[in-house]
């Protein structure tokens, strides 16, 4: 069987908030022929950040998550502004807003859908290499950040011992891995 694109058929918008739309959308099913409706929720598109620092430390940092109700040990990431064209330069703002440091080097590591049975935007993947600390962080309201930096070698302790549990950061990881990876 060939898996095939199913037809829209309307679009409500059930809710708009700061950051994100739901709405709910009615297709029909190619192989049925049944009109379903579906809740999907639009946002902007985002980045996720792996900094490195020339001497092996990985950049991390420590913010509650109101979702798992608990602090999260993570990578830095946000959404890409209205304004901004370049996912690069996202994640670069993003890197220095949430740690402080610049990187030398931003490399594209990949583009993953966070969640494409319901939401509409994408994720792209960075590196960067050469980090350094300029400067202070720049957090939003909602935002208490705690940066931290790490021997690289350590990041694989941290994901199996479940202290590294954010499903994009660990995509971002298997990304970089995929990419041949180098952990001093």
């Known amino acids: 069987m060939t898996i095939q694109r199913w ?3 309307s679009n409500e918008t059930l809710a708009q908030y700061k950051v994100f739309h739901v709405r709910k959308s009615r297709r029909r099913s190619p192989r049925t022929g049944a ?4 809740f999907l929720m639009d946002t902007a598109n985002w980045v996720t ?9 990985l950049v991390l940092v420590r913010q509650y998550r109101h979702g798992s109700e608990r602090v999260s040990l993570e990578i830095p990431g946000g959404l890409i502004d209205a304004h901004e064209t ?3 330069a996202a994640a670069a703002r993003e890197l220095r807003e949430e740690t402080g440091f610049e990187a030398a080097r931003i490399e594209a590591l990949g583009v993953m859908n966070p969640n494409p049975s319901m939401m509409t935007n994408r994720c792209f993947a960075f ?3 050469g980090c350094r600390r300029v400067g202070a962080l720049h ?6 950040i705690e940066v931290l930096t790490v021997p690289l070698r350590d990041l694989d302790g941290l994901i199996a011992g479940g202290e590294i549990d954010h499903a994009i950061v660990l995509a971002t990881v298997a990304f970089w ?5 180098r952990e001093s």
Request: glycine share 12%; proline share 9%; aromatic share 4%.
């Open 7 to 9: 037809h829209e058929l």
């Open 35 to 38: 009109e379903i409706g579906f």
């Open 49 to 57: 950040v792996l900094p490195i620092t020339d001497d092996g430390q």
């Open 86 to 88: 370049d996912p690069a």
């Open 127 to 129: 590196l960067a290499t």
């Open 139 to 144: 957090m939003d309201p909602g935002e208490d």
């Open 177 to 181: 891995r995929a990419r041949g990876a």
